[in-house]
């Protein structure tokens, strides 16, 4: 007998390759870098990198700390590595072990970074356009000197609204980097957008756009159906089949009661594996059956291990089925929107947890 406890991650690599090539072709003059910080996204950063530098000719990458980035170098040879959270102290011995080129945000850094130059390396500048989040504020960049301004070899911002196509805040944020850049860094290499801000068109693309989330089969353009596609399924077996009599409660504090007799399984997947809890009465489990896909939603609490869903309407469910937690017809998008957060959360969750079996394919 053969009976399986443990929840499944796919990751597709063939369709991750290609959404990154669909992105780049939206953005021909422009490097299309690839975002895989958070161990990109939770899915394996050493191998997604290696796919996309040996297959798909990437020579540029985004990381957030400099431990990130010194494991893409080991895979990533001779490519550029842009580290975003800056460089200190704690960092500094990955940046001069991996050659990593530090994206300086603020004067303090700005100082260290004099202090702990690393030969061949000229950092890159973020500057503040109206996200309000890390970067030289203006005032900060009149007080900065010829020469210190010199030492950049990129500059970079962020934007707030991109997903909206329409929101004032791109159009606000596109003339403050263009009057900041032109007032001081007018001879620099640019980069303004992620994968939203990609979709905008060649206005915000500039040198380098910096795909992450829709690479991951996100779609960061909600206003337009999704071009990209599914990189990621959650699956997760039954553990138990059980009948509920009229009555019965289900769940951690007892929040749902059936109205009437139904069947229920237990799905051996929870919230320690990364799926939010505020799915709770709410979620979906869907089930492959005879070519028919049944639904069966999600009843009381999730807990850390378990879901518990009614299938009641799935026939022929046996012990070791597995349910579909993320899949084509229920996207980490839908997730989000039921769970009241977003995709990119939902997958950072899901893809850093270490008890699922991973299995990637091309």
């Not at 504090?253 to 399984?265: E, F, G, H, L, V």
């Not at 879901?307 to 084509?328: A, F, M, Q, R, S």
Request: include cysteine.
């Amino acid at each position: 007998m053969s009976i399986l406890t443990r929840p499944i991650l796919e990751i597709n690599l063939g369709n991750l390759k290609k959404n990154y090539l669909l992105l780049k072709g939206l953005a021909p003059k422009s490097e299309a870098a690839a975002v895989v910080k958070d161990d990109a996204y939770g899915l394996g950063a050493e191998t997604v990198a290696k796919v996309l530098y040996d297959e798909a000719d990437c020579r540029c990458f985004f990381v957030a700390h400099g431990i990130e980035g010194e494991k893409v170098r080991a895979v990533a040879p001779n490519a550029k590595i842009y580290v975003l959270q800056g460089i200190g102290e704690d960092s500094l011995q990955s940046f001069q072990k991996a050659k990593l080129i530090p994206v300086i945000a603020g004067p303090e850094q700005l100082k260290f970074w004099k202090e702990h130059k690393i030969d061949g390396i000229k950092p890159a500048i973020q500057i503040e356009t109206g996200l309000n989040r890390l970067g030289f504020r203006e005032k900060d960049l009149f007080e900065m000197s010829p020469d210190d301004r010199d030492l950049f070899s990129l500059v970079l911002s962020h934007l707030a609204c991109a997903d909206e196509k329409d929101h004032f805040m791109n159009e606000h944020q596109l003339q403050n980097f263009l009057r900041l850049k032109e007032r001081f860094f007018s001879r620099l290499p640019a980069s303004l957008s992620a994968s939203d801000g990609t979709f905008l068109g060649a206005d915000y693309q500039f040198d380098i756009v910096r795909l992450g989330a829709a690479m991951y089969g996100i779609n960061t353009a909600p206003y337009r159906e999704n071009q990209m596609l599914p990189v990621v399924k959650v699956l997760a077996p039954v553990l138990e089949i059980a009948e509920l009599q009229k009555g019965d409660f289900v769940g951690y504090s007892a929040t749902y009661r059936a109205a009437d007799n139904r069947k229920i399984a237990i799905v051996s997947i929870g919230y320690g594996d990364g799926v939010p809890r505020s799915l709770s009465n709410i979620g979906k489990v869907f089930f492959l059956n005879g070519g028919k896909t049944c639904e069966a939603r999600i009843i009381g609490r999730l807990s850390m291990d378990n879901i518990i869903c009614d299938v009641t309407e799935v026939p022929n469910l046996k012990v070791g089925d597995l349910g579909h937690i993320v899949n084509e017809f229920y996207t980490l998008d839908d997730i989000g929107r039921d769970a009241g957060t977003i995709a990119y959360e939902v997958l950072s969750r899901l893809g850093k947890n270490p008890r699922f079996k991973r299995i990637y394919s091309k």
